[in-house]
Structures are given as structure tokens and as C-alpha cells.
């Protein structure tokens, strides 16, 4: 069994800065990319920000210059750091993984956080 768990929201005035942190955990044979999606209210979900296993980065274009996603392989997890917030970007934050398990290493599964909720306002 796998999970990732993810932390660090909160409450935050504009122009202020969060860093989530989500943490795979189980028998996690490796990790393939690790992503941060959000999903605001009436909204669908979308993509924040993704990180290959090879260190490769994707943003989205709304985020970028004011984010920065990062891992630690060693402790199979992800963070991302947001700057300069606007209250647009309220949402619950949720974690993404490809994750191989030892018992099934063949073949990689995709993985959600429970997702933390960022509000940013005065």
C-alpha cells in the first residue's frame, strides 16, 4: 500500500509565501514523476507544477516565475514553493506520483494526495 501525504497549507495574505510538502510512503519500489495539481472551488482541476525523475520541470504558465517545485529522492517527497500569492490562487493543493511498488514493479501506478487547502487572503 502506497499513499502520499501532503502538508503546509494555510491561511495567507497576498504577496505572501507557502511551501507544501507531500511524502510517499509504503513499499515504494521508485518514483517516477511527482506533480502538485489544485482545484478551486467550481473549477477543474489543474496542473501547478510536475517534476521528472530526472529533474526535468513543467509549470504552468500562471505560476511560473512565482513557483518552484523540488525533491528530496531520498525521502520520496516533493515540495513546492509559492511565492507572491494572489487570492485567485485558492484551492485545495493535491500531490501526483508514479510510484512502482516492490510487489509490482512492472508496472507504475498513479497515485493522489488528500490534497491541502491554500487560501490566500487579507
Known amino acids: 500500500q502506497v499513499q502520499l501525504v501532503e502538508s503546509g497549507g494555510g491561511l495567507v495574505q497576498p504577496g505572501g509565501s507557502l511551501r507544501l510538502s507531500c511524502t510517499a510512503s509504503?513499499?515504494?519500489?521508485?518514483?517516477?514523476?511527482m506533480a502538485w495539481y489544485r482545484q478551486a472551488p467550481e473549477k477543474e482541476r489543474e496542473l501547478v507544477a510536475a517534476?521528472?525523475?530526472?529533474?526535468?520541470?513543467h509549470y504552468a504558465d500562471s505560476m511560473l516565475d512565482r513557483t518552484t517545485i523540488s525533491r528530496d529522492y531520498a525521502k520520496n517527497t516533493v515540495y513546492l514553493q509559492m511565492n507572491s500569492l494572489k487570492p485567485e490562487n485558492t484551492a485545495v493543493y493535491y500531490c501526483?506520483?508514479?510510484?512502482?511498488?516492490?510487489?509490482?514493479?512492472?508496472?507504475?501506478?498513479?497515485?493522489w494526495g488528500q490534497g491541502t487547502q491554500v487560501t490566500v487572503s487579507s
Open positions: 501526483n506520483a508514479d510510484i512502482r511498488t516492490y510487489s509490482n514493479r512492472s508496472v507504475s501506478s498513479n497515485i
Open positions: 509504503g513499499s515504494i519500489f521508485s518514483i517516477a514523476s
Open positions: 517534476m521528472a525523475s530526472g529533474g526535468g520541470t
